[in-house]
């Protein structure tokens, strides 16, 4: 999986380079009046997109590469998709906006904040590469939670910060830039719901702890991905689109359908009503399958190997339905009995449903299996191959016994199955934010509410204060940071230039912008009869934020 990171690097770096190239050759031809030059210009610009053209084919194929995601240990069990990451570029520009920021914001030596800028880089750089499994996730999350922080503290209203955050399209490999947090906020939780993605698919779901597993980390990375659909309007990029939102958070919830399938099949439970639960559990894979088809049929930059084994596994699981489906009706010992909303009336009824379910069984057999065999991609996974001949063989084997049972009615009129009434029974779960404790990394600049971009205040005034029968003639109030609660007219603060609301950053040497009330006050009195206030003020329109 890492070394298909890398291959999907190099194709995005390649795919950059000539969307660059194409751009300029395009310039040329539309700015220069030289017919020779625009003459070659024009050939070079059918060779760049020529090879356009071919990179972005190999971008498809290596995503159509779905094998690489596999859990290899357990039993057999049907292959799952799962979504990579996107790649991210450096924000080399970071440790100077954000310098920028600290000094002419926060009136702060960014000297002192070298530290916190190579923390914060050094988390970004984690989050791209993850581990797959929980730490990885905490990884991820992390520096989510981070980016709240950071857009209080640098974003500054109507002002970029400088910061040029740049990603590629997982699809199409074009490289995006943007200015807001907001769009690395999406591209980052993008890569959050492809983690759980490719952690549920490494599960072994060959046993029910492991298939559980897979259930809840595709319910996490649908619940991902319907965030990003929900909180994010007109993002700049394909992959980002509410339409690839809804197509990937329906191909989780999908597959996690399947997965309530493939538990259902594993748990043990009486065979007439283990039969009837796994054809309900199948009607509802097959609903989910056909939903994800239509957002994947017209997106030209969906890898054919998806929407290959989406058509496979939709004809599969219809072929399943109605094998179980036959089952049932064979069960079958009393009547008049409804089922498929219609009645059997004997048991010559049941077996003429059962025989028809099976002749659908077998067609959607066939047609699965041809999916794949017209897939190369498909064809290389020996596992689906094995699985559906092996559905297919248990199919026939029972059309023929129950062809050979006894002679069966003509004049009845079976009904195909219903899919589209099948009712979901799980949803998707939403992204726990809160689940990775996550602590400001430029703290040192104050507590949030108040020292943030969206405000502004003075630049730090020293007051010197000198007790005058035994008063410095002021008192303080609050928590984190501590406020002037009142100045006694005439008294030495009053003199000294103090105000009510000037917020206390320092007492003498002491920074007590995260100190309590308590702390200032005990600061004031060990400094005897005279000692240095540095305060800030507010300026007009700036308040306390609600956190």
Known sequence: MEQMQVERRQLNEQICKSAKFYSGTENLIHATENKELKERAVLELTSVCSQWDLLREQLRDLNSNIDAFQNSEGQLTLTMLAVAFKESVAVERAPTCLSRVIMEHYSEDPEKYHNEINDFLTLREHMQHPSCDAEGIKQVMEYYNQLFFLDLRFSEPEKSNGIHFSWYDLLSGDLVDQFTVDFERACVLFNLGA?????????????????????????????????????????????????????????????????????????????????????????????????????????????????????????????????????????????????????????????????????????????????????????????????????????VSLSEQVAKAEEILDFIEVHPLSFSKAESIFEPLPPLFHWVKTCDIFARLGPLRVFNSRNNWTL?????????????????????????????????????????????????????????????????????????????????GSKSLSL
């Open 195 to 395: 983690l759980y993605s490719q952690i549920g698919t490494k599960q072994d779901r060959s046993t029910v702890k492991g298939v559980s597993e897979a259930m809840v980390n595709y319910q996490r990375a649908a619940g991902v991905f319907r965030f990003i659909s929900d909180n994010f309007i007109n993002p700049p990029c394909p992959d980002l689109s509410e339409n690839a939102q809804n197509a990937l958070g329906s191909l989780m919830m999908a597959q996690v359908h399947e997965c309530a399938f493939e538990k259902a099949a594993l748990e043990d439970s009486p065979p007439a009503d283990k039969d009837a639960l796994l054809l309900t559990r199948l009607r509802l894979v097959v609903k989910c399958y056909k939903d994800v088809q239509k957002y994947l049929v017209d997106n030209q930059d969906v890898p054919t190997a998806w929407l290959a084994i989406v058509m496979a596994k939709t004809k599969h699981f219809a072929a399943l339905s109605y094998y179980y489906a036959a089952k049932v009706c064979i069960a079958l010992d009393t009547f008049p009995e409804i089922f498929n909303s219609q009645q059997i009336g004997s048991k010559e009824f049941a077996m003429k449903f059962a025989r028809f379910y099976l002749d659908c069984a077998l067609e959607n057999h066939e047609q699965a299996l041809r999916y794949v065999k017209n897939n190369k991609h498909l064809r290389q996974i020996s596992t689906i191959t094995e699985i559906f001949e092996h559905t297919q063989t248990r199919s």
């Open 460 to 540: 730090a005034r020293r007051v010197n204060l000198v007790r005058q029968e035994n008063s410095f003639g002021f008192t303080v109030k609050g928590n984190t940071p501590v406020t002037i609660a009142s100045v006694d007219p005439g008294s030495p603060a009053e003199r000294a230039g103090l105000h009510e609301e000037d917020i206390v950053v320092r007492v003498n040497q002491h920074d007590v912008k995260w100190a309590n009330h308590q702390e200032v006050v005990a600061l004031i009195k060990a400094a005897g009869d005279s000692f240095c206030l540095y305060v800030v003020s507010l300026v007009k």
